[in-house]
């Protein structure tokens, strides 16, 4: 499969479980993104990373954990999660390099936390 | 930080009309002005975007003005069709900076093109 993949699309946890969304990117891109959308409101920046080091903490809770162990893989790692929790996680990835910087999206994953 | 505002949140024009979104931003900084497509259940898709050196850029249907003076840009759709329906969200970077990568997006524009 081609350009950025997150798996899994949907999911359904409780606050007291741990899950963790995976994202995979194919287009030889050094830079990888969290974003957060819910509804009425613009997507939020979660997390970044470059060359696998992480760049940016965007104030998120530490029931949030990201992990990236290359440049082509992105994980976010869940526990004790809150009922506003529940939205639509994005993958992005991108070339750290002027001009090149487009960010490209995964299809997210549909978080509902009960 | 950046702060992006996007206006009008809803938007709804007839088949062949011309549609625009305008968006502000308020970091001088920023010098990479993106603008995405996300249909109903799907991921956004860039469909345009402009840097700093440059006050407009056109492809096909769709245009994107920039105005640093005034930090606003706006996205220009003439000749609208149905398939044009999506939210529409404009974003602000400082590309190359001390934030690189770090995607201010605004609130998005919900564009309807009616038959």
């Known amino acids: 499969e081609t350009g950025v993949t997150q798996t899994p699309r949907h999911l359904v946890m409780g606050m007291t479980n741990k899950k963790s969304l995976k994202c995979e990117q194919h287009?030889?891109?050094?830079?990888m993104y969290w974003y957060k959308q819910s509804a009425k409101k613009p997507l939020e920046l979660m997390f970044v990373?470059?060359?696998?080091?992480?760049?940016e903490n965007n104030s998120v809770p530490s029931r949030f954990s990201p992990e990236c162990p290359n440049s082509s893989h992105l994980f976010l790692h869940l526990h004790t999660l809150q009922p506003e929790d529940s939205a639509l996680y994005l993958c992005?990835?991108?070339?750290?390099?002027?001009?090149?910087?487009?960010?490209?999206f995964g299809p997210g994953t549909r978080l509902l936390v009960l | 930080g950046e702060n992006v505002e996007q206006h009008p949140s809803t938007l709804s024009v007839q088949e062949g009309d011309s549609a625009v979104i305008k968006c502000t931003y308020s970091d001088s900084a920023s010098n990479y002005f993106p603008w995405y497509k996300q249909e109903l259940g799907k991921r956004p898709q860039l469909i345009i975007d402009?840097?700093?050196?440059?006050g407009e850029k056109k492809d096909q249907r769709i245009a994107v003005t920039l105005n640093k003076t005034a930090k606003h840009f706006s996205l220009h759709i003439t000749e609208t069709q149905p398939e044009d329906s999506a939210v529409y969200f404009c974003a602000a970077d400082n590309a190359g900076g001390t934030s690189y990568g770090k995607l201010t997006f605004g609130q998005g524009t919900i564009l309807t093109v009616h038959p």
């Open positions: 990373y470059n060359f696998k080091e992480q760049t």
């Open positions: 287009l030889g891109h050094n830079a």
């Open positions: 992005a990835s991108s070339q750290v390099r002027p001009t090149q910087e487009t960010q490209y």
């Open positions: 402009i840097r700093s050196n440059v």
